[in-house]
Every structure is written in structure tokens, then in C-alpha cells.
């Protein structure tokens, strides 16, 4: 194995140092919910991270990472052996601990100019002052003393603890064959720990057959020794309450059946470079098309009437790639999810940070975080989330005072919550706060020149103005908004992503954006429509309905067609005006349209037919197509026709952009 | 050659020994995320040294010692503990359960380099 460069070392250390400072923020977040019950596994995961990023950060040279995790980890141990008890400051100094750390660990990389961390330092050793030493009771009797000698430190008091408690204390003796005895060995704990604490796993040497391995568990558990052996029913184990003159009849402990479920992915997770995930999923596309072509032949040669026995031969191959390949592209992106939970902790923490700041009273209810998303989807929607959250905490959440004299409770709530929907997944902010006063947009919209005066404008319209270019006004800029960014960057954040973006207000209830995101950016799914000879492809997740209206309902507007739908007037663009491509006349006069929205922006697209979805592999395009307004990107088809991938974002900016803004409203 | 089994929880530390092992002429690594992987590995192949961190989630290094030394085909394989100096009790039962050194991490390579060199009686 040859020794790994400094590269990639450093590249080692920022991805495992990810890991353990997300396992620093969620434990810390676990004791935040839940002051009042705190496990002692989630102490020690704490000191275990502190104690790793320590040692690693040591071997790397990075001293100032490794003074402050030396810092916490102090702290941290003292916590988890019962010399230092949890409060609120302290929890606060933690957390500030940490976000040191993350600061430290970016300048690092190099993304950051290094901070100084000394006085943080100082104020976690001086948290340490004064601890109480604890006192230690008798060991039992009958307790194994080999498993004593083993026993680290913090083991031990967790032994002395169990004791303290009053809790039974068992050994519990098992056998496993060596090929698969760790996920034995996991299922066995995973049960134990049902019952209560594991507190050391010996593995036993010498003694037992030459196949297999043994293993003595020290569980501390509240269950008597019958709820015990009634629990360890079905598991050849033997089972000894210490410090019981009778261990009673010891059950033989004959090899153990083949077990297939694993009940633990500790050691069966991998962490792998997201780049080369990338580079497997490009094959995949290529793949993909492979697919699609052989598909296409086979539906040709069936449709020809070709070679009838061949032709089915084909066809049926070509289905079972199709499953397969459906099957491994599936897989693939899978491996690439994460649950968006890791999201909404770093929001919740970001939330709490600016509610201090801001001196209000938040709390915030969370749902759906087990929806997954792309990896470097969540990367990428992260700053625009935090944006919006700033803004409900800035702009909509009351001061205590105003939400008093509105009856509402004192504590403001913002509510995050994710829904996955068919191919794209939904992200939800929403605050109980002031709401958006419509007035107030309005005319801020008329001194910014955004609306035309004397104009009539429908709710949505209104809200529209939130996301255009220089809405956002000096009075609304604070320190916490940050100056000059307005939700129209979060907006073009979105429609780089294919996202949409909507709010919905009620004065003084609060206001909700939804955000709508595909799941991932590489294979997307596609509507594909025909423009006279032409076949474009539009990214579904930025479609919001596709709808047939009649010639005649189109109406033109200024110098534009815009057509009435239910309460809202659509611009439309005509996609063979655009391309300048003569377009096949419908005979029976009615227009195919399809709205697309990104951010609060719609738009009807006007087409000649639609061909069905397809997923699709969006590649850049050549140069000689750079820049054309319009288009994302090239994709092929399983004719083997290449076809443009618009992009919505540019069309609307390029076809309605400021104008749309100042389109009466056809009454 | 001389063949070292390196079992850390941390990756990076584990390639850091890795890498400073490999440095050193006439010796190979093979590497055990964990003490589960590190019991695996062990009969796998014969080795001429077990280099272990302490502070590992459900099987720690001071249990790999009492393992590998209570073991009638192991015993004689030398054991070093490379671990942060956390706990001074736990290096202290490490090396009374048979671990032949102790290196506190961070670790100068050079210092690594002569105690395996030492041990490993090379």
C-alpha cells in the first residue's frame, strides 16, 4: 500500500472532521431538546468525538484545532464521569465551542482566514474549575476479574454508576463462528442495549472451539434475571447474574444459526469522494443511453415487422437492461442521499443563533428530516435556506412586546419540514409571525419603480415583487438580512438548481415559502416537446402544469400574448419565435402550453405537442452554443437525437424579466 | 517483510501511522478501522506487530491486548498502544495486560519509527 500524499491526508482529515463535528452538533442538540434526560451515550459519543478530532487534528500539526478539542474533550469527560454537571451556560459555551472549531477547521482547508480561538480556550478550561471528585462503591463479588483488568477509565464509572443506580449486573457469555460474528455480535448488543447498558464487550481468547470467537458483555440493566432470560430467549447465550450465588442452569451454547439481518450499519457505512460517485453516475448516463438506443431499435425492428424472432429476442433484452440499468441508476443515486436532517440541524442551530442575536424567543418544530436529498443538492440549497430563515427571524417573528399585544405567545415558531413529491422534494419554512403586509410590498414596489401606478395587481403579483433585482429597501436591510441580498439571489440560487420557490402570507398569521427542489441535479426528469421539426427538453421539477387552451383566448397585452388562467395572467413565449423555427399549425386552433415557474416567475411556453417524460443526462454544450440564451445544456434521446435542455431561469429573465413585473392585470 | 496490523477509529490517524510505518524499510501495514475489523483481521495472515489506539467504540484497544495476549496462537505477537494522553490510568492497564510500548499521540514519526524498530526487534 503505498503512502497516501499530504493531499489527500488533508482531504481525509476535512471529511472525517465533518463527520465528528456533525456528531458534536447533534448530541449537543440532543441535550438542548432534552436537558432533563441525558443518556450517558450521548456523553460519551460527545467526549469520543472531542477525543478523535483531539488525536487526529495532534497527528495532522493543526495545534489550534487540537488545543480547543483538547479543550471540550476535558470538559466533556468530566461530563460524561459525573465530575461536572450540564447547565445552561455551559451547553452555550459547548456549542460555541464547537462552532470554534468548524471555524478553525475551514481556515484549515483553506476556505478561511484563521481565527483566533485563545479566549475560547480560556473560557472552557475555566468551565472545568472546582469539579467533585465521585465516589466510588465496592466492586461485586462475583464479578469476573479478567473483565476488570480490561475495563478503560470511563468504563469503570459507568460500572460504578450501574452499581450506584442499584441496577442488575450481568455477564453475558456468547460464542459466534468467525465469519460473521461481528454482525452477531451487533445484533446481540443492539437487544441488550433494549434492556439497558452495555458496558464492555471482552472478546475471550484460547479457550473456546477453533472455529468461532467468544465474547463476555457486561450489561447493567434494571430487568430482573428472568425479564433477562426471557429476553435472551431465542439467543444461544449464557447468562450470569453477578454477584448470584446460583447462576441457575447455564444453557449449553451450541454454534449459533447463520444470521442474515444486521441491525447496525456502524461499521458497514463507507465514505466515499463524492467526485467519483460523480464520475460513476456520467458512466451511468452513457449507460443509459446505451440503453435507450438498443430500446429504440428494438421498437423500430418490431414495428417494421423486421426479423420477428429476432425482433422479440431484442426486445425482451432490451427490457431486461432497461430493468436493470433503472435498477443500478436507483442504487447509485441512493448511495448519494442524505436525509435532510443534517440540514435542518445546521438551521436550527444558525435559528438559535440569531435569535439570541436578535433577542427573541424562538422555537422551532421540525418534520420530514428523514427526506432524502442529493448530497450536493443540500450543499447548494443551504445558504438559500438560511436566507429565507433570516428572514422570518428578522421580518416576520414579532418582538415579544408586539406578539403580546397581538395575543400570540410570547415564543415565536418556525416550522421546517421536508415532503418528498414524485421526483422533487418540498422544503418548508414557515414562521407565526406579522406576515407580509401586501400594502407595504406594493408601494414599496412603486418607489423602487418595479410596479406601474394606477395598475391593478392580484396577491401573487404582489408577492412577485419580493424576488425581483432592488426590491429589497434600506429599511429592510439589517445586519441579520445582510445588506443588499434580497430574495432575488435566493431566487436565482433556485433556478440554477431547477427549484422553484413560493410564498404564501396572511397578515398577521405568518408567512410559509415552499421550496421545490429535484432530488437530484444529474439524471433529471424531463418533459419533451416538439416545436415544428425541432424537440426541446424542459426539466419537470421547474413545470408546474401543462394545459391546451383555445387560439382565441390568447390576448395581447402591450406587445406580448398572455392568456387568462384562473386568477392570473400568464405571459406566454413562443418557443418557435424564440428559436425562430416555423411552427406546424395545429389544425383544430388550440396551443399546447406549458407553465413553468421558477421562483415566483411563471411563464407559458407555447409548443406544438408534447412527447412524454423521459429521465435525462444534462452535458454541457460546445462552444458554439454557449451563451444562446435559453438553453441549460444538450441531452440525447434513445433515437440518438441530440436535443437542447432549456433553462428556465434564463427564458424568463430573457422573455418577461422586469416587464412582467409591470403587466396589468387582464381584467 | 514485516507485517504491522494498524487499528485506529480515525482515518486520518490511522493513515498518519500508515504512512509513517510504510516510510520504514522492510515493513507492510494492513489496517483495522475498528476493534470488530481488527478481531477479523488478526488470524487472517501471520503478523510481527499490532499497533492499537485505546479509545474505540464497542471493542477498545485495552480488550484487543488482553485478546491477543490471552490468545494461544497471538500471544507472542508484540503489541505497541498509540494513544492521546487522556488517560494515563488506561495506557498504565494496557501495558500491565502485555502491550510491549506506548506512544502518545501526536507522535514525532521518528519516535514511532524507533519503537517499532525496538519492538519489533529489528
Known sequence: MAARTKDETLREFL??????????????????????SIGPETLNALFRAAHTLKGMSGVMGLAAVSDLAHSLEDVMDRLRMGKLAMSRALLDLLADGVEGLERLIASASGGQAPTDTGTLVERIRRAMDAPQAAASAALPPGLDPEIVKVLTEYEHHRLQETLKAGRHLFEVRAHFRFEDFDKALSKLTAKLQSAGEVITTL?????????????????????DRNAM?????????????????????????????????STRSLSQTIRVDIAKLDGLLNMLGELVLSKSVIAQISKDLLQNGGLVGPAMELHKAAQALEHRVSGLQEGLIEVRMIPVAQLFDRSIRAIKKIARDLGKDIQVVTSGEETKL????????????????????????????ERRAAGKPDVGTIHLSAAQKGHT???????????????????????????????????????????????????????????????????RHLAKLNGMVEVTTQLGQGTTFVLTLPITLVIIKALIVGVGPHTYAIPISAVAESVMVEANQVVTVGQRPVIQLRDHSLALLRLSDLFGIPSTERKDSRLYIIVVGLAEKRLGLVVDTIEGQQEIVIKAVGSMLQ???GVAGATELGNRKTILVLDVGSLIDEAVGQRTA????AA | MKRVLVVDDSSTTRALIVATIEE??????????????????????????????????????????????????????PMIIVSTEGSDEDVKRGLDLGAAAYVKKPFEPEQLKSTIRRVANV
Not at chain 1, 429476553?231 to 447468562?239: I, K, Q, T
Not at chain 1, 442529493?374 to 435556506?385: F, G, H, N, Q, Y
Not at chain 2, 495472515?45 to 464497542?58: F, K, R
Request: charged residues 25%.
Open chain 2, 24 to 77: 520504514m524499510d522492510g515493513f507492510e501495514t494492513i489496517e483495522a478501522p475498528n476493534g470488530f475489523e481488527a478481531l477479523k483481521r488478526i488470524p487472517q495472515q501471520p503478523l510481527d506487530l499490532i499497533v492499537t489506539d485505546i479509545n474505540m467504540p464497542d471493542i477498545n484497544g485495552l480488550e484487543i491486548v488482553h485478546f491477543v495476549k490471552h490468545h494461544p496462537d497471538y500471544r507472542s505477537i
Open chain 1, 203 to 223: 472478546p475471550s481468547s484460547g479457550v473456546s472451539a477453533k472455529d468461532g470467537i467468544g465474547f463476555t458483555l457486561l450489561v447493567g440493566s434494571q430487568r
Open chain 1, 662 to 665: 409591470a403587466m396589468p392585470r
Open chain 1, 425 to 491: 422534494v418540498n422544503i418548508t419554512v414557515a414562521d407565526d409571525g406579522a406576515g407580509i403586509d401586501l400594502a407595504n410590498v406594493y408601494q414599496t414596489a412603486l418607489t423602487r419603480q418595479l410596479a406601474v401606478p394606477g395598475r391593478e395587481y392580484s396577491q401573487k403579483e404582489i408577492l412577485d415583487f419580493l424576488f425581483q433585482p432592488g426590491f429589497s429597501t434600506a429599511e429592510t436591510v439589517t445586519e441579520i438580512s445582510g445588506r443588499g441580498v434580497g430574495l432575488d439571489v435566493v431566487a
Open chain 1, 15 to 36: 471529511a472525517e472532521s465533518e463527520e465528528l463535528l456533525d456528531t458534536l452538533h447533534r448530541n449537543l442538540a440532543a441535550i438542548e431538546h432534552a436537558p432533563d
Open chain 1, 374 to 401: 442529493d448530497k450536493s443538492m443540500v450543499e447548494a440549497i443551504a445558504d438559500p435556506l438560511l436566507h429565507m430563515i433570516r428572514n422570518a427571524l428578522d421580518h416576520g417573528i414579532e418582538s415579544k412586546d
Open chain 1, 229 to 261: 432470560a426471557q429476553l435472551l430467549a431465542d439467543e444461544a447465550v449464557e447468562l450470569v447474574l453477578v454477584g448470584e450465588q446460583d447462576p441457575g442452569p447455564a444453557k449449553p451454547a451450541p454454534a449459533p444459526e447463520a444470521e442474515s439481518a
Open chain 1, 627 to 629: 451563451g444562446i440564451p
